[in-house]
């Protein structure tokens, strides 16, 4: 069984750092990439950053690039999300997802290919 458990969120204030982590089980990690995907209240779910399991490749969206960092720990088939210098605009659930390259995050986000999702974790941002 393929499971994702994502732990880390909270709320912070504008200015400070969380990590996410999402330990992942159940499929071959090398084979999958693993991306962080953000969803706030009323808008679309959009992809923030993602890394290759395989070769370590990483994308990130423009709105975190210089703040957030992605990693991979692929002994213990686990990718933490380091996020710095937060804005009330990071604010929403997010959710790691494991899902066939290559690092596309708008095929994954449409549904276009393979993905499995964790059940998301709370990041607030106040002001």
Same mark, same amino acid.
């Given at each position: 069984e393929v499971q994702l458990v994502?732990? $880390? %969120?909270? +709320?912070?204030?504008? $200015? %400070?750092? +969380?990590?996410?982590?999402?330990?992942?089980?159940g499929f071959t990690f090398d084979d999958y990439a693993i991306g962080w995907f953000r969803q706030a209240p009323g808008k679309e779910r959009e992809g923030v950053s993602c890394i290759s399991s395989s070769d370590g490749s990483t994308y990130y969206?423009?709105?975190?690039?210089?703040?957030?960092?992605i990693s991979s720990d692929n002994a213990k088939n686990t990718v933490y999300l380091q996020m710095n210098s937060l804005k009330p605009g990071d604010t929403g659930v997010y959710y790691c997802a494991a899902f066939t390259p290559p690092l596309n995050v708008w095929a994954v986000v449409a549904g276009r290919v393979e993905c499995y999702?964790?059940?998301?974790?709370?990041?607030?941002v106040s002001s």
């Open positions: 994502e732990s $880390g %969120g909270g +709320l912070v204030q504008a $200015g %400070g750092s +969380l990590r996410l982590s999402c330990a992942a089980s969206a423009d709105s975190v690039k210089g703040r957030f960092t999702w964790g059940q998301g974790t709370q990041v607030t």
